[in-house]
């Protein structure tokens, strides 16, 4: 949908009332923009309603262009309840332009992993494996479906760490979660400690907590009972309250 001056009012700030409305700031001499319009075409097609695709010829309208600052294009801006809340500049693949989109737009297929990771984690697991879902949502499922996992009494093992091979190393909220809990599996701690880890269960974790600080006070192995102690932190989180109490109780042992 082409969008001019005397229609952006009506046709980007107030439809983005209702649905989140992405404007390319384009121009017909500008080869990325050639490039990436195919990409967002597909993508509102794909979307299917969801989110609305507007064009602004900035040779056209230059006045559109000043006004929102276009110093370069492509550049992709998404307006959501009136204002800009969003965008990127360039051509960029649909990986990322849907990453942008689904900071406003809640996917079917997360709502479906989320729905379906407490009682059927293994069908969730397929579901996130051969779906679309990127970044921050896809992150975000695969922790659903470990705590799905956990809450079976005896999960498999292997299911749980290609659920935690989801979520990458480093650069998502659930980067040390993963990385604590790949090193509990590696070290054999029970489900039912891992669980109340993850949950936050005060008698459990705190049980589990006062046996390793026990380790590290009179232990054989005592940098095992400290790593333990430090990747339950990262599982409890860092303002839990054991999190708070064991690790003031961590730094006396140790200094």
């Known amino acids: 949908m082409d969008v001019t001056t005397a229609d952006f009012e ?16 384009w121009a017909p ?4 923009c050639r490039t990436l319009t195919p990409t967002l075409e597909a993508l509102e097609k794909e979307y299917a309603g ?3 695709l507007a064009k602004v010829n900035t040779d056209a309208e230059p006045q559109l262009g000043q006004a929102f600052r276009i110093m370069s294009i492509p550049d992709v801006k998404v307006f959501h ?7 990127f500049v360039g051509a960029q693949a649909a990986e990322r332009i849907r990453e942008v989109i689904e900071q406003f737009i809640v996917p079917e297929d997360f709502l479906a992993i989320q729905n379906l990771a407490h009682a059927s984690p293994e069908k969730a697991l397929e579901m996130l494996s051969a779906g679309r879902l990127n ?16 809450a079976q009494p005896n999960p498999d093992s292997a299911m749980l760490q290609a659920t935690l091979d989801k979520i990458p190393e480093f650069g998502s909220p659930f980067s040390e979660q993963r990385t604590a809990m790949l090193y509990l599996l590696e070290r054999a701690v029970t489900t039912a400690d891992m669980r109340a880890l993850v949950a936050g269960d005060e008698k459990i974790a705190g049980e589990f907590l006062a046996t390793q600080l026990a380790l590290v006070e009179n232990g054989a192995d005592k940098a095992r009972a400290k790593e333990l102690m430090i990747k339950a932190f990262h599982l409890l989180g860092s303002e839990n309250p054991l999190t708070l109490d064991y690790r003031r109780k961590l730094s006396r042992v140790l200094f």
């Open 50 to 52: 969801k989110f609305l």
């Open 10 to 25: 009506q046709k980007v700030i107030r439809e983005s009332e209702q649905r989140p409305v992405l404007v390319d700031f």
């Open 135 to 150: 970044g921050k949502r896809k992150y975000e499922a695969a922790w659903a479906i470990v705590r799905g996992f956990l």
């Open 81 to 87: 309840k009136g204002k800009i809340a969003g965008g």
């Open 29 to 32: 001499w500008c080869a990325p």
